[in-house]
């Protein structure tokens, strides 16, 4: 099976306390699934109790990779100056928590939708693929996608979850979730619910998201009133300025269900502007849970996104793809967070 461990500890050594092979060593120290967890495990513990690391140069040379993945962000309007969605930063822990435990490193970018990202890694061959997080406008965002598939490189995006979609895709049961803040919403005897948010082919994952709110409304015999649907991008701008919108229109509602917590913040402080009180008047449902929801006046209700589990998918789906196998998009189920702006 092997032979007694002498020196510096090598994968063989592993593999003869293990009483496993070499290359099942090799596989378990990549994270692969094809090992079972409880040898994985095994194997894990035996490595460090031999001090045991992966020499990653003579991987690298043998297997013509970098070990290296790159995550990409992508400019988004912010209430700072950051230009990151706040949700897609806390991905990032569980994006880099994947990385360390499979032995691989991570390179972090800040991109511009409109520079030749797509081109740079590569042409330079610094990462084996790519992490895709924030896009803004997607018929801009699937033309360099088309890019990276005609060329052959290595990608996963996070995103909505379509049959036409291009690449590899991991994300929110977006559908499923608006349905959900549609049905809580109705449940507290709301029925005229204003959406805030694009909801179009440009913003797939907000579209989304008005369609599940549909769906909710149709399955009470209710219709949605599209004078209550009013565009707005993830900002608390554009969530000002979509209430201002709804309330100069006279139109009545008494429910707002926005696309993103930062319009949803956005929205509950141009409410307030109005003389509306929140939930009292107007009960308010967010998206994302980002930490500022829970501390909002009063505190928002909103879809709770799986950070861990995304950035471990999105990893898997990844690593998946370098390693010349067929990975099926993945969709995870979003949890309702009820909080005190729908009373809660």
């Known amino acids: 099976m092997g032979r007694a461990p002498t020196g510096r500890p090598t994968s063989f050594d592993i593999a003869y306390e293990a009483g496993v092979s070499q290359p099942t060593v090799s596989r378990a120290l990549r994270g692969d699934k094809s090992v079972s967890v409880a040898t994985r495990e095994r194997i894990e ?18 297997s013509q990779r970098s070990n290296t993945l790159a995550l990409l ?19 990032l822990g569980s994006i880099t928590r994947e990385c360390a435990n499979r032995g691989l490193d991570l390179l972090i970018s800040f991109q511009k939708m409109e520079d030749d990202w797509h081109v740079r890694y590569q042409d330079s061959h610094r990462a084996d693929g790519l992490i895709l997080l924030g896009y803004g406008d997607y018929e801009i965002y ?13 990608f996963v995006r996070w995103g909505s979850v379509r049959d036409d979609n291009v690449g590899a895709t991991v994300g929110s049961d977006n559908v499923g979730a608006g349905r959900l803040a549609g049905e809580h919403l109705l449940d507290l005897g709301r029925s005229k619910i204003a959406f805030l948010g694009h909801a179009d082919d440009r913003y797939p994952e907000f579209a989304d998201r ?8 149709e399955s009470r015999g209710l219709t949605a009133d599209a004078a209550l649907q009013k565009g ?62 829970s501390v909002t006046a009063p505190p928002l209700t909103t ?6 589990g995304a950035g471990a998918l999105l990893v898997d789906a990844l690593v998946a793809q370098v390693e010349g196998k067929n990975d099926e998009p993945a969709t995870i189920p979003a949890k309702l967070v009820k909080r005190a702006s729908t009373g809660g």
């Open 45 to 62: 513990q035996i490595a460090r109790d031999l001090n045991y690391t992966v020499d990653k140069n003579a991987s690298s040379l043998r």
């Open 73 to 91: 962000f992508f400019e988004d309007p912010t209430p700072d100056e950051s230009g990151i969605n706040p949700f897609f930063l806390a991905m």
């Open 142 to 154: 699937e033309s360099r996608l088309q890019q990276l598939v005609g060329q052959g490189t290595h």
């Open 210 to 217: 008005y369609r599940g709110l549909c769906a909710a409304l």
């Open 232 to 293: 707005a991008l993830t900002s608390e701008e554009d969530g000002e300025a979509a209430v201002r919108d709804l309330v100069a229109s006279g139109e009545p509602f008494d429910a707002v269900f926005a696309a993103s917590d930062l319009i949803a913040i956005g929205a509950m402080r141009a409410l307030q502007a109005a003389g509306k009180k929140v939930p009292e008047d107007v009960a308010v449902v967010g998206f994302d849970d980002i930490p500022a929801a």
């Open 303 to 308: 879809l709770m996104q799986d950070v861990k």
